[in-house]
């Protein structure tokens, strides 16, 4: 399973980097933005520039994972924009729901294999819910 992890880690590193910074250079190639709901989303994250908080958060992100140091921190940074894209494609856009699952299960690999790091949450969450009951 480290194995595993230690190459869910990379790909995920890679995959954040390149594509957080294609948001600033633009090296590839980008479709046309869709028509309908999903190009009203897209074409308010360019106008309002949120796209270049989004592209520093998965260059971070994507960096840390790479480097294998403070991975945590990049899973945290990482994480809202892996929902986001998981739900863009879910709800917006399905054609590209099979990289955003892909991107998706990378992620919670690496997310296994660092819950320690996460592991006071999980206990808050338990005591909250022992308080309340």
Not at 29 to 51: E, N, R
Request: hydrophobic content about 60%; some cysteine; charged content about 5%.
């Amino acid at each position: 399973m480290k194995i595993i992890a230690t190459i869910a880690r990379i790909l995920l590193g890679c995959v954040f980097v390149i594509f957080g910074l294609n948001i600033f250079l633009q090296f590839l190639h980008m479709p046309p933005p869709p028509s309908g709901p999903a190009g009203d989303f897209a074409m308010a994250l360019f106008v309002s520039h949120y796209i270049y908080v989004v592209g520093a958060l998965q260059v971070v992100g994507g960096a840390l994972c790479l480097a294998g140091r403070f991975v945590p921190l990049g899973l945290t940074l990482l994480g809202p924009v892996v929902v986001n894209i998981l739900l863009f494609h879910l709800l917006l856009s399905p054609a590209g729901l099979p990289m955003a699952i892909v991107v998706s299960v990378l992620f919670l690999i690496v997310l296994w294999r660092h819950r320690a790091a996460f592991r006071a949450f999980q206990v808050a969450v338990v005591r909250a819910a022992e308080n309340s009951g």
